[in-house]
């Protein structure tokens, strides 16, 4: 039998199913695959899908006094009650097995066909701009302008050279905080912020080499980013809802200059694409091999831009057959 504050503090949850979760799980694993990549965010992935808002207020959650107050007490059980455990659990178990599987299946795309993947994840990030636009009922001039501004900073951003930085223990809490708000804003990806950092490679050396004391420094870091970012976007979302989703619109539209498919690396001399700056191109017809190339990526565009207004679709008649 729960307390009266037990109660109080409790948070409401949405009766799901055990296929419900299991939905969760994949959404998850949607969003792990894209947090590997460098310029696609999970945070973009999670709007697409529809699940952005209960994952921002359930971190929120783990930030709140009550639950801060439960859990340094060890009150497990008031601590699961305010926390919106069963979702952050399914959602983390697909990050995580997404991490551990696709990992490998992506960093061999990602060098071997790079145009194919940035092409589907091209016409992911541009249908979900269209669809996520639609959560604003009366578009007006000032969201227009605010659209407006967060693509240009987007697009200035992801523009922006990878620098060299110190691999102290502060700039990796730092790096770490940085990355993880990136990591929860559609339109930016939290390993494009290490690339940006100085830090993608350094942080695929130190899993590859088990340095544990430099992951526990960037995990220290990107959890105390995520729970403090996410007190602001949620508060944003509750007090100024369409200014906030036209923010996220502009920033999911101005990174489409980072995964255009058809790009130019001008490096560092030494090959190293994580610190290079990349140049957008139009894609060549010269030959067959081109025409071939460019039909297929264009194809890859349409399937993206396609899924995602299936997945639109779908989560409409959800709503529909819950609200009827």
């Not at 919106?84 to 097995?97: D, E, S, T």
């Amino acid at each position: 039998m729960t307390n009266t504050t037990e109660r109080e503090t409790a948070v409401a949850r949405p009766t799901r199913s055990l296929k419900a979760y299991a939905g969760l799980t994949l959404r998850g694993m949607a969003m792990g695959a894209s947090d590997i990549v460098p310029g696609v965010s999970g945070g973009t992935m999670a709007f697409i899908l529809g699940i952005y808002e209960e994952l921002i207020d359930s971190i929120r959650t783990i930030g709140r006094p009550e639950f801060l107050s439960a859990a340094l007490r060890l009150r497990i059980r008031q601590a699961l009650q305010i926390l919106n455990w069963p979702f952050l659990l399914a959602v983390g178990l697909g990050i995580f097995i997404s991490v551990l599987t696709l990992s490998g299946l992506l960093e061999w795309l990602l060098v071997n066909q790079p145009v194919y993947i940035w092409s589907f994840f091209f016409g992911l990030v541009l249908a979900s701009a269209f669809t996520v636009s639609k959560r604003i009922p009366h578009w007006t001039v000032p969201l227009i302008l605010t659209t407006l501004a967060g693509a240009a900073a987007a697009y200035l951003l992801v523009g922006m050279v990878p620098a060299q930085t110190p691999n102290t223990w502060w700039f990796l809490i730092l790096s770490g905080a940085l990355a993880s708000c990136a990591m929860i804003l559609p339109g930016i990806s939290g390993a494009f912020i290490l690339v940006i950092l100085g830090k993608y490679a350094f942080i695929l050396n130190a899993v590859n080499t088990r340095d544990l004391v430099s992951i526990g420094l960037l995990g220290i870091g990107a959890a105390i980013g995520l729970i403090s970012f996410a007190q602001v976007l949620s508060w944003m979302f509750k007090q100024h809802h369409n200014l906030t989703v036209a923010v996220l619109i502009g920033l999911m539209l101005g990174s489409l200059r980072k995964i255009w498919p058809w790009q130019i690396a001008i490096g560092d001399g030494h090959g190293a694409e994580t610190t290079s700056q990349h140049i957008n191109i139009l894609p060549s017809l010269a030959t067959s091999a081109d025409v071939l190339q460019v039909v297929a990526a264009v194809a890859l565009m349409i399937t993206g831009i396609v899924a995602i207004v299936v997945l639109d679709r779908v989560a409409n008649l959800k709503e529909q057959v819950a609200e009827g």
